[in-house]
């Protein structure tokens, strides 16, 4: 199956820092997203994002699909942007999400 | 409010004593699949349905069986629940597969 590397695995910053979060896919994907696992257990969808780039406040995402991998920035971190950040992707064939083993970010007040 | 809703939220249970988790969302979604969640392991798909009556099995199904007898209910049965079973489970759902909403989780601890 189709194999996500995401890095870096863990990830300290102070408030206000910015951050690039990256996801590493192995093969074609017809469908990636980004989720926010904040620390009450809840898994929030960031962003859809096969290919292209994409904004929503200060976050924003870029797809290189040819290249195969994602890029998650977080820029003027805040306390509440602690969590753990997941990539997913589909391809290969299958019908279903595979899960990176996310990226934890810590931002420091 | 458009969401994804588990029940319970909690379980403790034993050995072998057949339970269900249900899952429903009100947002007319096909795709609904779960999830189990375990350290070091991350997010791994359990089962998924494109539809009703259509069902397929993810990453690890053994163990697990589930059915979609309407659009917006999508539980999970564990028949004979085993202590490796004890884990913490999403139910998602999208259309067609695209952005996926998931619902608070349930803790299970199979004792």
């Known amino acids: 199956g189709i194999q996500v590397e995401q890095s870096p695995p863990d990830l300290i910053l102070q408030e206000g820092a910015n951050s690039t979060l990256r996801c590493n896919f192995s093969d074609s994907v017809n469908n990636l997203q980004w989720f926010h696992q904040n620390p009450w257990g809840q898994l929030i969808n960031l962003f859809y994002?096969?290919?292209g780039t994409k904004q929503n406040g200060r976050l924003s995402a870029t797809t290189v699909a040819t290249e195969r991998y994602s890029l998650l920035y977080i820029s003027s971190s805040q306390t509440t942007d602690s969590g753990v950040y997941f990539c997913?992707?589909?391809?290969?064939?299958?019908?279903?999400?595979?899960f990176g083993k996310g990226t934890h970010l810590i931002i420091q007040p | 409010e458009a969401q994804v809703t588990q029940n319970p939220r909690y379980l403790i249970t034993v050995t072998g004593k057949k339970l269900t988790v249900t899952c429903s969302q009100n947002m007319n979604h096909e795709y609904m699949s779960w999830y189990r969640q375990d350290p070091g392991l991350g997010l791994r798909q359990i089962y998924y349905?494109?539809?009703?009556?259509?069902?397929d099995k993810g990453d690890v199904p053994e163990g697990y069986k589930v059915s979609r007898k309407e659009k917006r209910n999508f539980p999970l049965i564990l028949e004979s629940p085993s202590p490796n079973q004890t884990s913490l489970y999403f139910c998602a759902s999208s259309y067609r597969g695209y952005e996926q909403y998931f619902g608070p989780g349930t803790r299970l601890t199979v004792t």
């Open positions: 997913a992707v589909q391809g290969g064939g299958a019908d279903g999400l595979t």
């Open positions: 349905s494109m539809n009703v009556e259509v069902t």
């Open positions: 994002i096969p290919s």
